[in-house]
T-cell receptor, first 116, second 113 residues
Framework: AQTVTQSQPEMSVQEAETVTLSCTYD???????LFWYKQPPSRQMILVIR??????QNATENRFSVNFQKAAKSFSLKISDSQLGDAAMYFC?????????????FGKGTRLSVIA | DGGITQSPKYLFRKEGQNVTLSCEQN?????MYWYRQDPGQGLRLIYY???????QKGDIAEGYSVSREKKESFPLTVTSAQKNPTAFYLC????????????FGPGTRLTVL
């Protein structure tokens, strides 16, 4: 079974600075997808960014980018120019690539605080 | 507006009572999921359904039951057999395709007194 590990329960960053959240995963598959979700205090889950394992190019979405290291099974999230609204729980998630609607497997999350 | 609705937002029940959490989506998604969220535990899968009248157990299905009689609806029943039911419950849905975004409802906070 696949597992996702987020080793940083809590992180903090100064406003306008850059922060990197770590995620590692364990799988025997070669083809899969990786996701970062954000959960602000409202508790609504929001997709931040996603990566296809067969693509070597790291995904980017505005201030959010990932560092995908397939051999190391690492998928970190970099947030640039941090804003107060970035304060939230961040979850890394994995999904196998197949024809079915298999569920996401989530890590335990990292709570990010942004200091004004 | 298309989306996923969960009701109620807060739910209180006495110990020993069964309770059903509602999840409805108008996104025409085939797959629906139930997750439980506890502090420091992330999201853990309870049950999921890929199609009407079919569902599979997740990692923590004991003490829970579901039904999928309609594509739009995937209610979760927390039974008295669930040892520690107080938690935040999230429903999600997704259109077919592994890369597709999984959408989440706003969640229900269940407190068992």
């Amino acid at each position: 079974a696949q597992t996702v590990t987020q080793s940083q329960p809590e992180m903090s960053v100064q406003e306008a600075e850059t922060v990197t959240l770590s995620c590692t995963y364990d799988t025997s598959e070669s083809d899969y997808y990786l996701f970062w979700y954000k959960q602000p205090p409202s508790r609504q889950m929001i997709l931040v960014i996603r990566q296809e394992a067969y693509k070597q190019q790291n995904a980017t979405e505005n201030r959010f980018s990932v560092n995908f290291q397939k051999a190391a099974k690492s998928f970190s999230l970099k947030i640039s120019d941090s804003q107060l609204g970035d304060a939230a729980m961040y979850f890394c998630a994995y999904r196998t690539r197949n024809s079915g609607n298999t569920p996401l497997v989530f890590g335990k999350g990292t709570r990010l605080s942004v200091i004004a | 507006d298309g989306g996923i609705t969960q009701s109620p937002k807060y739910l209180f029940r006495k110990e020993g009572q069964n309770v059903t959490l509602s999840c409805e989506q108008n996104l025409n998604h085939d797959a629906m999921y139930w997750y439980r969220q506890d502090p420091g535990q992330g999201l853990r899968l309870i049950y999921y359904s890929q199609i009407v009248n079919d569902f599979q157990k997740g990692d923590i299905a004991e003490g829970y039951s579901v039904s999928r009689e309609k594509k739009e609806s995937f209610p979760l029943t927390v039974t008295s057999a669930q040892k520690n039911p107080t938690a935040f419950y999230l429903c999600a849905s997704r259109v077919d395709g592994s890369y597709n975004e999984q959408f989440f409802g706003p969640g229900t906070r269940l407190t068992v007194l």
